[in-house]
């Protein structure tokens, strides 16, 4: 028995830092990331599980300062999180999240985060994510609409156009 594969010559781009040149232009929030010795591991860089903690510090200063959203009312739940690793982060590096809002559905929306270190006075993107966010009560413990304060604070911030 003979067994014959054709294989497509596809071009794949692999650079990560391709497609993220310049986008820090499209970020309005950017906060600072203070690293603890604990984020280190044996290898002096970050580990890859800390960085979803860095998302979720960044999540909460933006969702608190820039968005004031009203945890009374609505609850948040993450639905997906994602991550691409693009350079590490050591333990004299300083560094900084921008975080936006890309997606507004009914009862879910999309945050993307780019996390960046300082080198040589110029911002390198260490990492790229993404979550997907889900309003939530509690009470009923399911999924709610977005309180349209909520969605109009994110619309306005971002200068995003109501689908």
């Keep these: 028995m003979i067994f014959k594969t054709f ?5 794949k781009h692999t650079d990560k830092t391709a497609d993220i040149t310049n986008q820090t232009d499209s970020f309005v ?6 690293t603890r010795f604990a ?3 044996m290898m002096g860089h970050v580990n890859n599980a800390v960085y979803f903690t860095y998302m979720e510090i960044a999540r909460t200063k933006y969702w608190s300062n820039a ?7 609505t609850g948040v739940v ?12 050591f333990i004299e590096d300083k560094i900084s999240m921008y975080v936006r809002t890309s997606r507004i559905g009914t ?30 009560d509690y009470q009923t413990k399911s999924s709610a609409p977005i309180p349209e ?4 604070k994110m619309l306005i911030f971002e200068q995003l156009s109501r689908n």
């Design 107 to 136: 009862s879910s929306f999309d945050l993307e985060y780019l996390l960046v270190k300082i080198k040589d006075g110029v911002e390198v993107v260490c990492s790229k994510g993404k979550t997907v966010c889900v309003a939530f």
């Design 67 to 73: 968005i004031k959203w009203d945890w009374k009312k």
């Design 7 to 11: 294989w497509r010559n596809k071009t």
């Design 149 to 152: 304060s909520e969605k109009n």
């Design 39 to 41: 984020d280190f591991d």
């Design 78 to 89: 993450i639905a997906k999180a994602n991550i691409d690793y693009i350079k590490p982060i």
């Design 29 to 34: 929030f950017k906060t600072t990331i203070e």
